[in-house]
T-cell receptor, first 112, second 112 residues
């Protein structure tokens, strides 16, 4: 079955860049997502990338996809304290009305 | 645009009791999902509806969990009887049959 793995914890200083990594096993993944979850809140969709792309940039966020290695990363430029949260990588085999398989989440801690 | 609404936000029950959660998806979204998120883990799909039909309920513990979406809009998820291991956040999500899936704030269930 599908498996999505992430490192559990990342600590960065305010103003630095954060890079959160994710690996997945399902070669039929069509869409790959990054969600943000703040304490006590639901999941907020940050961005997603279609599998025929290798990069997507949206303001401070850059998503890189290495489809050969099944590796996805999220780079947050100029990390702020408000970026402290858990970040989930997720994949979807077809993208349209299909289920998401989530990783275990990476807790990002931003220090002053 | 109003987001996905869920209620209640918090619920505490004793084991063997019953509980029900309600979800109102974003207007016009045909697909609705219920996810279970155990503390420290990523969300896991319980059931997926397309309009009022079930698309995937392979991971729903059907001996105690049930869900319905009678008119293809709102949905309820029920647990009867609850076990200690059901303590989790129950997330509802909806999708307009595109790559984007929107999550509600979740219902945090504590079973004592």
């Amino acid at each position: 079955g599908e498996d999505v793995e992430q490192s559990l914890f990342l600590s960065v200083r305010e103003g630095d860049s954060s890079v959160i990594n994710c690996t997945y096993t399902d070669s039929s993944s069509t869409y790959l997502y990054w969600y943000k979850q703040e304490p006590g809140a639901g999941l907020q969709l940050l961005t997603y990338i279609f599998s025929n792309m290798d990069m997507k940039q949206d303001q401070r966020l850059t998503v890189l996809l290495n489809k050969k290695d099944k590796h996805l990363s999220l780079r947050i430029a100029d990390t702020q304290t408000g970026d402290s949260a858990i970040y989930f990588c997720a994949e979807s085999p077809t993208g349209t009305a299909s289920k998401l398989t989530f990783g275990t989440g990476t807790r990002l801690q931003v220090t002053l | 645009e109003a987001g996905v609404a869920q209620s209640p936000r918090y619920k505490i029950i004793e084991k063997r009791q019953s509980v029900a959660f309600w979800c109102n998806p974003i207007s016009g979204h045909a697909t609705l999902y219920w996810y279970q998120q155990i503390l420290g883990q990523g969300p896991k799909l319980l059931i997926q509806f397309q309009n009022n039909g079930v698309v995937d309920d392979s991971q729903l513990p059907k001996d105690r969990f049930s869900a319905e979406r009678l008119k293809g809009v709102d949905s309820t998820l029920k647990i009867q009887p609850a076990k200690l291991e059901d303590s989790a956040v129950y997330l509802c999500a909806s999708s307009p049959n595109s790559a984007t899936k929107y999550f509600g704030p979740g219902t945090r269930l504590t079973v004592t």
